[in-house]
C-alpha cells in the first residue's frame, strides 16, 4: 500500500481558514467513507479529529470539519487560533482490516 | 476513562528481538479490535498490524509480514507485539490505538520508542 498524499506544509494567519488535501486511490479513499484525521502536538500522541469522513468525535471544535470528494478528502481549520498549530495525518480504510495514512502536514499558524 | 500504556521498548542490536505490551483499562477491552502504529523520528505515522477482539483475525503491514507478531490476552486487558529480525528501519515510536467498528483509531497510548542500533 502506497502513502495517501498530503502537501508537506501549509500556513494561514489566526481567523483564517486552511484546507488539507489528502488523495488516495479506488482501492482506500475512493471505496470506502472511511477516512478520519488526527492531530499530533510535539513529542504527544496522535488525537482523532475527525473520522467517517465528516464526524467530530465528542470535544472537538466544531471549526474543524471534513468532506470528501472521489479518491480525495480533505481537512478544513476556520477560524485559525495558535493552538492548531501542529502536524496534521489522513488515514483511510484499505479493505481487509487495514489502513493506510497520508505522510502528514505541518500546519503552522503565522 | 479509556486509557493504553504501551511498555517494552529500549535499545536492541540489529536482528534482535524485543516485545512490546500494551495495558488497556478503562473499557471492554474484549470488545475492541486493536492496533499497532508507529512512527519513525521526524516521519509520519504507520500502520503496522491489526488484531480482531477475539484474536482470530490478523493483519500486516507488508513491511513487519513474517518478523512481527501481534496477540492479545483479553483476560489480562493486554496487547502484545513481538517483534523479531529488527531492522534499523523499524526505529520507531510505537503506539497501540482502539478501533471501534467503524474503522478509525479513537484512542492511542502514549508510545514506548524503539531504536534497533549496533
Known amino acids: 500500500q502506497s502513502a495517501l498524499t498530503q502537501p508537506a506544509s501549509v500556513s494561514g494567519s489566526p481567523g483564517q481558514s486552511i484546507t488539507i488535501s489528502c488523495t488516495g486511490t479506488?482501492?482506500?479513499?475512493?471505496?470506502?467513507?472511511?477516512v478520519s484525521w488526527y492531530q499530533q502536538h510535539p513529542g504527544k500522541a496522535p488525537k482523532l479529529m475527525i473520522y467517517?469522513?465528516?464526524k467530530r468525535p465528542s470535544g472537538v471544535s466544531n471549526r474543524f470539519s471534513g468532506s470528501k470528494s472521489g479518491n480525495t478528502a480533505s481537512l478544513t481549520i476556520s477560524g485559525l487560533q495558535a493552538e492548531d498549530e501542529a502536524d496534521y495525518y489522513c488515514c483511510s480504510y484499505a479493505g481487509s482490516s487495514t489502513f493506510v495514512f497520508g505522510g502528514g502536514t505541518k500546519l503552522t499558524v503565522l | 476513562e479509556v486509557q493504553l500504556v504501551e511498555s517494552g521498548g529500549g535499545l536492541v542490536q540489529p536482528g534482535g528481538s524485543l516485545r512490546l505490551s500494551c495495558a488497556a483499562s478503562?473499557?471492554?477491552?474484549?470488545?475492541?479490535?486493536m492496533n499497532w502504529v508507529r512512527q519513525a523520528p521526524g516521519k509520519g505515522l504507520e500502520w503496522v498490524s491489526y488484531?480482531?477482539?477475539?484474536?482470530?483475525?490478523?493483519y500486516y503491514a507488508d513491511s513487519v509480514k513474517g518478523r512481527f507478531t501481534i496477540s492479545r490476552d483479553n483476560a489480562k486487558n493486554s496487547l502484545y507485539l513481538q517483534m523479531n529480525s529488527l531492522r534499523a528501519e523499524d526505529t520507531a515510536v510505537y503506539y497501540c490505538?482502539?478501533?471501534?467498528?467503524?474503522?478509525?483509531?479513537?484512542?492511542w497510548g502514549q508510545g514506548t520508542l524503539v531504536t534497533v542500533s549496533s
Open positions: 467517517e469522513g465528516s
Open positions: 478503562g473499557f471492554t477491552f474484549s470488545s475492541y479490535e
Open positions: 490505538a482502539r478501533v471501534p467498528p467503524q474503522y478509525y483509531f479513537d484512542y
Open positions: 479506488s482501492s482506500d479513499v475512493g471505496s470506502y467513507n472511511l
Open positions: 488484531i480482531s477482539s477475539s484474536g482470530s483475525t490478523i
